[in-house]
Structure formats: C-alpha cells, structure tokens
C-alpha cells in the first residue's frame, strides 16, 4: 500500500498566467517493525492539468465531439489519459510530465516531487453557470507493474483577465443616481447614492440588484432566440417616500467569477433599477388628519403607481487569488491510497 498526497502549498486559486506548483508525497506507511513490512514499487506517475466543459442539453447545442474516443481508456487503463471517465469535453490540457520511473519505498519511507506548470493564458476561467460550467483540475496519475492505472484529482479555480487595455474605471451618474466607479473586483462594494429631492413625482420605492447576466452566443443557442440566464448575487431594496438621499452598497461575491467572452458563452455584470412611483404629486399622496396644531398625516388607502427599470452594465475582474482561496470549495490536500 502507498499514500499519494498532492498539496497546492499557495491555495486552490491562480490566476491565467501564474505558475501552478503542486508538491506530491509518496509514502509507504508501513512501520519497519511490522511483522509484514515490505518494499513497495511504482512503475511510474505523471502528471496534467486539464479543463473539462459541460454544456446542459436543454440550452446549448454543440456539434459532434470527438471527444468519446476517450472511452477506449476503459477497456484499456494502461495508457494514462487524465480526463478518463469524466464527464463533458476536454477543451484544454497541458503536456504530461513524468514525475519518476521505478519508485521504491521501504516501510516508513516518503519522496516528494514538485510539479510546475503555468497556467495558460488562452483558456476559460472556471465558472458554474446555469448554461455551462469550465472545470480544472490537476490530474495525477500512478501505476504499479501489471495493474491499471490509479488516477489521484486536484481541482483549483482559475481567474482570467480579460482586456487589461481596454478597462477605464469611470465614475457614472445618472439623472440622480451617482456610482462612485463603474470597474470593480470580485470581493469588492459596489456604492451608490440616490438623492429624490429633485422632481414633482414621489418615488415610494427603489430596489437595486447586483446580477450577472449570462448569454449564449448565436450559433451555440438550442432554441433561436432563448432568454439569457440571470443570477442574483446581491440585493437592496428601500421605501423612499420623504427620503430626499438614500445609499447602497453591495458586496460582489468572492466566489463569483469575473466577467469573460468565450466562443460559446458570455458573462456580463450589471446593476438592476426597479422604481415604484406614483403618478399624483407629494401633496396628493398623503391625507392630512386633523386641523389643529398637531398635524398628523396618514398614508392614502390607495394610489396608483408606475413602475419602470433600467440597467447599468459594470465591469467585475479578478481579485487576488490569494485572497479569494479563503473562500474556496477546494481543498489545497488531496490524497488517495494504492
């Protein structure tokens, strides 16, 4: 029996273009003073990185794949294939590197290895979404002489930036909304102000969500036309009669992904407005009580009311990829037994 433990020293997280360094610790962990202590031998190990893209049926229609050629591994698990009985497409993969040939280990006895390998720039970034979902994953991959190949997964995110020259951190306003900026990252606020005191007509109530909007490209679509997918990731909402200033802030998400275009897909963030008005002037809207010195003044049964939207399209990048391990479903520890 042999421990294989595989640690990202600096977290799951990187960003494209980062070197990814993944220390692999092979351990006999039989004690040298057990009755049935022995050597134990690898033929060999190797290790990959690859990006496996899943596409739900009902959304999104791709052309054939050669892609099932993979399957002969089953029948055949001598030959390492590091994306063998997952699921989807592999659309990125890096050159194998052997880690060693002919591996001993004596009872009680480790060897570490270090793989490094730097991201590549022109991939995806890792995304969950409701139409697709990119997923990376280092792949480790071990063999004893005559027996299949034992295959130990390391999943990590990947943050891409996108159009690093063409990113202008303005400030937007509005009529009388005003945005501080308008380029953000992930993890950050995302402040804004409100002031109602200009206008005849009363806003009785304002919502702002924070949302990303996720489309499929033309080509890609399996219906002509289909409505893009929305996800909410924050939210605020306010009754704002006889408010003359109101404020908001939202946080972006450390697990959201940044915005990104790819041959299939696009993801954009934007600000959602909804408006509650009333179509009668502040003086109409209220009913005044009593007419002596204390005034008291009461809310009307009914109103009639509009309500209108409008959307702010923003820009979300990456953050430190440090920062955004802390939040992380991946564990930086992965380890099997063979």
């Excluded at 963030?269 to 009913?287: D, P, Y």
Aim: glycine share 6%; with cysteine.
């Amino acid at each position: 029996m042999i421990e294989v433990v595989a640690k990202l020293g600096r977290g799951p997280v990187f960003l494209a273009g980062e070197v990814l360094e993944c220390v692999i610790t092979f351990t006999n962990p039989l004690s040298a003073l057990s009755t049935s202590a022995s050597s134990e031998m690898l033929a060999w190990a190797s290790a990959q990185i690859h990006c496996q893209f899943h596409a739900s049926e009902n959304r999104v229609a791709l052309p054939p794949s050669d892609g099932s050629k993979h399957d002969v591994q089953a029948e055949n698990e001598t030959v390492f294939v590091p994306n063998r009985g997952e699921r989807g497409q592999c659309i990125l993969s890096t050159p194998p590197k052997i880690l060693f040939c002919d591996l001993r280990l004596d009872p009680g006895e480790s060897k570490s290895y270090s793989y490094c390998e730097t991201l590549p720039v022109d991939g995806p970034p890792s995304f969950r979404g409701q139409s697709v979902k990119y997923v990376y994953k280092l792949t480790i991959g071990c063999q004893r002489v005559n027996s299949p190949i034992k295959l130990l997964r390391v999943p990590f995110r990947v943050l891409v930036l996108h159009d690093l020259y063409n990113i202008s951190n303005t400030r937007g306003k509005v009529g009388t909304f005003c945005i501080f900026k308008t380029v953000y990252k992930i993890g950050e606020d995302v402040i804004g102000t409100f002031n109602f005191s200009e206008g005849d007509i009363p806003c009785l109530q304002f919502s702002v969500s924070l949302q990303t909007e996720e489309s499929i490209q033309e080509e890609f679509q399996r219906r002509r036309g289909q409505p893009v997918s929305f996800t909410v990731h924050a939210r605020h909402q306010e009754s704002c009669l006889h408010t003359a200033q109101s404020s908001f802030s939202l946080p972006i998400p450390l697990s959201s992904t940044p915005g990104f275009t790819t041959n299939i897909v696009s993801l954009k963030w934007r600000l959602h407005f909804e408006f509650v008005t009333s179509g009668e002037s502040a003086g109409t809207c209220l009913v005044r009580g009593s007419q002596s010195e204390a005034v008291t003044w009461t809310g009307v049964e009914q109103m009639e009311v509009d309500t209108f939207s409008w959307d702010l399209p923003i820009k979300v990048l990456p953050t430190n990829p440090i920062l955004a391990s802390y939040v992380s479903q991946f564990s930086s520890t992965n380890s099997i037994t063979i």
